[in-house]
């Protein structure tokens, strides 16, 4: 872990130090043209699961096209408008480490930084990139902070860390902005829902890309010089470009892709939450709608108060509705083909306002 | 990618996997790093107070899992020196009851300063109840690992016999912190 508080970025700090604590261990470096998340996350957990880092540690470099990434116990309706990023075809993917939700495009670049347990150190891997910067433009105004962000100026975050550790191996990976749509940034990762849960929070930053404190900063040069820093502290090293979809090279990463980008992982892994929303209805007043949902699917409806034209809705939709998706396209399907005997108006305005949770 | 890094074939890079791909996997590689000011007393450093239960009960794994035999039912958690490892815990992802697990299957992944961390079951068998508290404050583990803090219950099999032989009393576990 970092060291409490700032750690700033004096030469002695960054400069020297990668250099000078070489590792006994070899390095493999790998790059890959390609920008799929769910590819590249599915070749980081086959990793993680099927090779051996006791002599050799590895770093990855990749970027993917535009994503929300959230952590492995957040919620996606609670970081990201999920509807209106399906419908923009924008990812929304749940990684298997820690930590937060982050937006990824081709200006963000992602370094892996895998290894053994004894050798998991994330401060010494984002000084790896702290001295890159540093080499690249001497006068950038670059920290670590004690949440493993990588801090421009005091106070923009350029890179958030998080990880995966198992009794074997581990990998730490990183964001790096560097010419990312900030725009999208904000969008992607505002979401309006009411929503109560457990989940991981994440914490809210303010963002700059490294492109606006130094225009030269390219991905080329920043990648060439966090290779060539990582590779002076090992003891020798080998650079390869790899497809992460490579079935020979990584036999079953298939299957890794197929389920990290599944319905069932990426909503179905939600820890249970619960929303609610009230409206006003014009005869009845003040109505509240709350759902709770469990693994991704609805478990339960309440709608309150439970005055008597209530409670035949009510007990209507929840026969209905237990069981189905937490979805758009589900739910929509589902209340427009429902034909209730019932107060039609009623129902339009409960089931409007059920389907407005998700959009 | 830039030009100037050195891109070999695919073939070199399958003979690279082929190399570190891993056959065998060497126990004695799996411990933590060590904590730079572990307390003196050992037995506090395992979690266990002058008020703990019988120690002689409990075993452990060299990933950091205790477990606490009562009849046919095994009671299982992570050590004092885990949660010490792991910062504070922020959530704890449980098994179903009912799940069958193996002896060292990942039963469990709780996270802890943006870090999901697997954990490792002592012994096969059968959930049969988890330690729901820990969905709504998992901060109970770091509290109390070996006794409020425990994670699930498991009814154990047949070969319990086996695999508890094969787990670390607990001096032999302390062993494997220094």
């Keep these: 872990m970092c060291a409490r508080g700032l750690l700033r970025n004096s030469a002695s700090n960054y400069f020297k130090s990668p250099a000078r604590r070489k590792s ?76 937060g939700a982050v937006y990824h495009d081709l200006g963000n670049i992602n370094f892996t930084f895998f290894s053994d347990r004894s050798s998991y150190d994330r401060c010494s891997n984002l000084r790896v990139i702290v001295a890159a910067l540093q080499q690249l433009s001497p006068n950038l105004d670059v920290a670590i902070n004690k949440r493993d962000d990588i801090i421009l100026n005091d106070r923009h975050k350029i890179s958030g860390s998080s990880s995966k550790l198992g009794r074997r191996s581990t990998y730490h990976h990183c964001t790096m902005l560097l010419d990312a749509n900030k725009t999208q940034v904000i969008k992607t990762l505002s979401a309006k829902i009411d929503i109560t849960c457990k989940a991981t929070s994440s914490v809210r930053s303010s963002v700059l890309n490294l492109v606006d404190a130094d225009n030269h900063l390219t991905f080329d040069l920043i990648c060439n010089k966090v290779v060539d820093i990582y ?88 026969t209905r509705m237990v069981g189905c998706r937490f979805s758009s396209q589900d739910l929509t399907h589902l209340l427009s083909s429902l034909v209730p005997p019932l107060d039609q108006k009623l129902y339009r305005s409960i089931s409007d306002n059920i389907l407005s949770f998700l959009q | ?69 009562d009849g046919d039912v095994g009671t299982i958690g992570i050590t004092n020196y885990a949660q010490e490892q792991l910062g504070d815990i922020v959530f704890c992802e449980l098994p179903e009851v009912a799940t069958e697990f193996s002896k060292g299957d990942i039963f469990a992944t709780v996270e802890s300063v943006k870090a999901a961390s697997d954990l490792y079951i002592p012994i096969s ?33 047949s070969s319990a016999d086996d695999e508890l032989s094969e787990l670390l009393t607990q001096t032999d576990y302390e062993k494997t912190l220094n």
């Design chain 1, 231 to 318: 590779q002076r502290k090992h003891a020798s090293s080998e650079v390869y470009e790899i497809s992460t979809n490579d079935e020979k090279l990584l036999p079953g990463v298939g299957k890794y892709r197929e389920e990290l980008s599944s319905w069932e992982w990426i909503f179905g892994k939600t820890p249970e939450f619960s929303l609610k929303r009230e409206f006003l209805n014009e005869a009845l007043g003040k109505i509240l709608i709350q759902l709770h949902v469990k693994k991704g699917f609805i478990e339960n409806v309440e709608i309150i108060p439970g005055l008597d034209e209530m409670v035949a809705i009510t007990t209507f939709l929840q």
């Design chain 2, 125 to 157: 068998g059968e959930v049969v109840e988890v330690n729901e508290k820990l969905v709504d404050t998992p901060a109970i583990i770091n509290e109390s690992p070996t006794e409020d803090g425990w994670l699930v219950m498991v009814k154990l099999t």
């Design chain 1, 24 to 99: 006994t261990k070899k390095c493999i470096v790998y790059t890959t043209k390609a920008t799929d998340p769910y590819q590249n996350l599915a070749f980081e957990d086959w990793m993680y699961e099927k090779v051996d880092f006791s002599s050799s540690n590895c770093l990855f470099i990749w970027r993917n096209e535009p994503s929300v990434i959230i952590g492995r116990h957040q919620n996606p309706w609670k970081e990201c408008p999920v509807t209106d990023l399906l419908r923009r075809e924008i990812h929304i993917c749940r990684r298997r480490s820690g930590g």
């Design chain 2, 1 to 69: 990618m830039s030009q100037s890094l050195i891109l070999k074939s695919a073939r070199d890079a399958t003979r690279v996997f082929s190399k570190i791909v891993q056959k065998t996997l060497p126990i004695s590689k799996n411990k933590l790093p060590p904590v730079p000011h572990l307390p003196h007393n050992v037995l506090r450093s395992c979690g266990f107070h002058n008020s703990a239960p019988n120690y002689s009960k409990f075993l452990f794994t060299d990933s950091h899992e205790w477990i606490k035999i």
